[in-house]
């Protein structure tokens, strides 16, 4: 089998997720490489331990910067506190009158709160860089490579969050808005409201991506052990309990050759896990991808990759 429907035009948003070690980087790097055959493609990493720079063996970074050599593809290191440190610097006018207006903290307090980091904020202002580059529409195809399990279901749930943080504002705005009504006998809106508002617009936003399935398609890699497979069958349990849909996954280190002990060895020892895989996700394409010689890093054996990926179309 190989990778399918990544080339629909509707689709722009591929995230790869799993177990940490089990090949998502290489993956996601491979299947930029062939999408930007076609489209201009931007590869993401939301890994706060990014490696998309030793795998492309290219300086990346949280600044969008091409790829060398591949002339429709660009990549870029997303830094949750640098992004967390835009958001704040954009936006500090209104969170502070939010805060002014809301509590009765004096101005030194505000501005230590406004300091502050919070927590799961990391997975939210990866996702909201993530659909802030969508919405500015530079690129096609926007592909993401996500931390091990744990984050990226943080990751997925962060718009959940962010709408909770949202009712908390808006009902601090609110007792605000009574008050000025009542002395003033009206309220205008002013911007912290607009502010809030635009907030909740990100939030359905990325909902409304996550869960269209000709836009988004989450891939999950794994490869064939015991404990791989069990937060593989978790991570996609998850997944469908925020209604976004995995058509197919990556099996990865497939041990194909019997032409040493070692080798018969390990793929005896492989086989009754590539019989539970094919068990337990019989529902989605399986792409077999079988052990490399050596580490997957540069352009190279990554196109090496890529035709594993892609083998019915080459």
């Known amino acids: 089998m190989t990778l399918n429907g990544l080339g629909e035009r509707d689709l722009q948003l591929i995230i790869f997720g799993g177990k940490g070690g089990v090949g998502k980087t290489s993956s996601a790097i491979a299947t930029s490489l062939e999408l930007s055959e076609d489209f201009r493609t931007l590869l993401i990493s939301t890994d706060p331990a990014h490696s998309l720079s030793d795998c492309l063996e290219q300086q990346i970074g949280f600044k969008v910067v091409e790829v060398s050599g591949i002339s429709k593809l660009s990549a870029i290191e997303v830094v949750a506190e640098e992004a967390l440190s835009k958001f704040k610097s954009e936006h500090h006018s209104e969170l502070k009158k939010l805060l002014v207006t809301s509590t009765s903290f004096d101005n030194e307090d505000i501005d230590d709160m406004l300091t502050l980091s919070i927590p799961g904020i990391d997975e939210i202002m990866s996702f909201k860089t993530i659909i802030d580059f969508i919405e500015e529409g530079q690129f096609e195809k926007y592909v993401v490579d996500t931390a091990p399990t744990g984050h990226v279901l943080r990751l997925i749930s962060s718009p959940k969050l962010l709408d909770a943080w949202i009712k908390v504002a808006a009902k601090m705005r609110w007792k605000y808005r009574y008050m000025v009504t009542s002395f003033a006998g009206s309220y205008k809106v002013d ?10 617009k990100t939030v359905k ?24 497979i069990s937060e593989t069958s978790r991570l996609l349990a998850d997944l469908g309990k925020s209604e976004i849909v995995a058509r197919q996954i990556i099996i990865n280190n497939v041990m194909t050759s019997d032409g040493c002990d070692f080798c018969e060895r390990r793929k005896a020892g492989q086989l009754k896990y590539l019989q539970e895989i094919n068990k337990n996700f019989s529902y989605l394409n399986r792409v077999e991808i079988p052990v490399f010689p050596e580490e997957i890093k540069g352009l190279d054996s990554l196109n090496q990759l890529r035709k594993q990926l892609f083998k019915d179309k080459k």
């Open 191 to 200: 911007e912290v409201d607009t502010f809030l508002l635009n907030l909740k």
């Open 205 to 228: 936003r990325i909902e409304n991506i996550l869960r269209d399935q000709t836009r988004c398609e989450f891939i999950p890699v794994c490869i064939p052990e015991s404990m791989a």
